[in-house]
Structures are given as C-alpha cells and as structure tokens.
C-alpha cells in the first residue's frame, strides 16, 4: 500500500516560518490534505487538495506539491501553532484508498 | 458547515463488539460525493484510517481492519455506523467519525478491557 512519510519532530522560533514535509512515491499526482491536531481535540482541515484553504484558516498556512514531497508552510509561527500536523491523500488505485502521514510534532521554541 | 456527534459505550469487553453512531447535522448524509469516515487513534499515536461509506452503499474498509468492520447508513436518522467485531486490547482507541477531508466529530474513546 502507498506510504506517506513525515518527520517525527519539527521545532521553529516565534515569528520564523515552519515547513512540514510529506514523501511519498509520485504524491505530486495526488491531492493531499493537510490536518493540525492540538493535544485532546479533533483534528481540523488546514489546506485540502495541495494548496487550498478552508474558511477560518488563515493565510499563515500554505501548501504545495510536487514531484516525491508535498509541503506544508507555517509563516510567522505562533506559540499557538504547537500541535501535531497530519498529511493525507487518497490512493484510489490501491485497496487502501485512504492514506495517512505519521505525523510531525511541531514544537514552537 | 457540517457537524458530526460520535455516540456509543466507552467500554467494550474483549471479544465483542464495538458499536458506534456517528450524526450528522447541517447537512444531509444522502448528499451524494462525501465520504462517511471512521478513522481511530490509539493512545500517543497517529491517525488510522478504518474505513468509509460512499453514496450510501459502497464501502471501503482498512485491508488490516476488513475482515472486523461493517460501516452502515441509516439516512431516515441522518446517521452512519461503525461495527468492530472480536476486539481486543489493540482496539482501544479514540474513534473519530469525518466527512473526509473537511469535517471531523471530536472523537469518543472506547476502551477494550474486562
């Protein structure tokens, strides 16, 4: 099945900017969704379909994707930013249509 | 923008079955194109798929998961179901039901234990 691979741990100072990647063989010919998780609550959508951002989700976060790696862009990190980042995509052609990331920590210094 | 409500017991005894509800509301689950999704997390871990309903009848279960689950529609309720058979202690787990990728419950956790 099609595996997805994030960094266990990514760390930024206040006010630099985060990125977030996500392997996967060929991923640029798939659409991946990005989701942020802070400590006892839901996960929530931050950029569907590569670049796309929902309503609420400020323009802070960003994504694109290309070739083996898509990525997930945090400008101007917040303390608030502190949470588990998910990537995601769709694998129709497999018998596991729907694929996660492990997951990055992002710890705010 | 849609809400969903996870609902079901907490505790679960090993070699039973784990029952959820997941409602909807703010929108209808017999809107066809969204995907009615079970994904669990077990305690410290990342996000596992488990399965998901399309248009109300066509299902596509966790390959590691398949022969266990049965994801259901009662569209009279605006509700879909999650059904996991023989479980065990692997099972416990916080289970979140989502119209994927958009909307996500805020998960329930069962555990599995006597």
């Known amino acids: 099945s099609y595996v997805l691979t994030q960094p266990p741990s990514v760390s930024v100072a206040p006010g630099e900017t985060a990125r977030v990647t996500c392997g996967g063989d060929?991923?640029?010919?798939?659409?991946v969704h990005w989701y942020q998780q802070k400590p006892g609550q839901a996960p929530i959508l931050l950029i569907y379909?590569?670049?796309d951002r929902p309503s609420g989700i400020p323009e802070r976060f960003s994504g694109f994707n290309s070739g083996d790696t898509a990525t997930l862009t945090i400008s101007r990190v917040e303390a608030g930013d502190e949470a588990d980042y998910y990537c995601?995509?769709?694998?129709?052609?497999?018998?596991?249509?729907?694929?996660f990331g492990g997951g990055t920590k992002l710890t705010v210094l | 923008q849609v809400q969903l409500q996870e609902s079901g017991p907490g505790l679960v005894k090993p070699s039973q079955t784990l029952a959820l509800t997941c409602t909807v509301s703010g929108g209808s689950i017999s809107t066809g194109g969204s995907y009615w999704s079970w994904i669990r997390q077990h305690p410290g871990k990342g996000l596992e798929w488990i399965g998901y309903?399309?248009?109300?009848?066509?299902?596509y279960y966790n390959p590691s998961l398949k022969s266990r689950v049965i994801i259901s529609v009662d569209m009279s309720k605006n509700q879909f179901s999650l059904r996991l058979s023989s479980v065990t202690a692997a099972d416990t787990a916080v289970y979140y039901c989502?119209?994927?990728?958009?909307?996500w419950g805020q998960g329930t956790l069962v555990t599995v234990s006597s």
């Open positions: 379909y590569d670049s």
């Open positions: 060929n991923i640029g010919s798939k659409g």
């Open positions: 989502a119209r994927l990728p958009h909307d």
């Open positions: 309903i399309y248009y109300g009848v066509s299902t």
């Open positions: 995601q995509v769709w694998d129709r052609n497999g018998g596991h249509p729907v694929v």
